[in-house]
């Protein structure tokens, strides 16, 4: 059974930075294409960034202060999130792809 753990939330200034971090176990031992989504309150879950093998992919309304990296060898993947404002506010969710399995979630809250 694959285990999805986000860590790394928590509450920021305006302007702060966070890096979630969303360890896999229980997968084998490759890292899948493994994905950042979000949830904001009274909002529709929505994507924030993807990492393949050897690509990447980042959510237009934030690629200029988001990234994402998988460090294989520890079966993580990262979501580095810079000048963070407070529309970010919302439960950040881990996913992997193929087969689909979620992270339980880590709050990150931007405010001051």
């Known amino acids: 059974q694959v285990q999805l753990v986000e860590s790394g939330g928590g509450l920021v200034q305006p302007g702060g930075s966070l890096r979630l971090s969303c360890a896999a176990s229980g997968g084998g031992s490759s890292l899948k294409t493994m994905g950042w989504y979000r949830q904001a309150p009274g909002k529709e879950r929505e994507w924030v960034a993807t990492?393949?093998?050897?690509?990447?992919t980042v959510a237009h309304s934030v690629k200029d202060r988001f990234t994402i990296s998988r460090d294989n060898a520890k079966n993580t993947v990262y979501l580095q999130m810079n000048s963070l404002k407070p529309e970010d506010t919302a439960v950040y969710y881990c996913?992997?792809?193929?087969?689909?399995?979620w992270g339980q979630g880590t709050q990150v809250t931007v405010s001051s």
């Open positions: 990492s393949y093998v050897s690509s990447a």
């Open positions: 996913r992997q792809f193929f087969p689909n399995f």
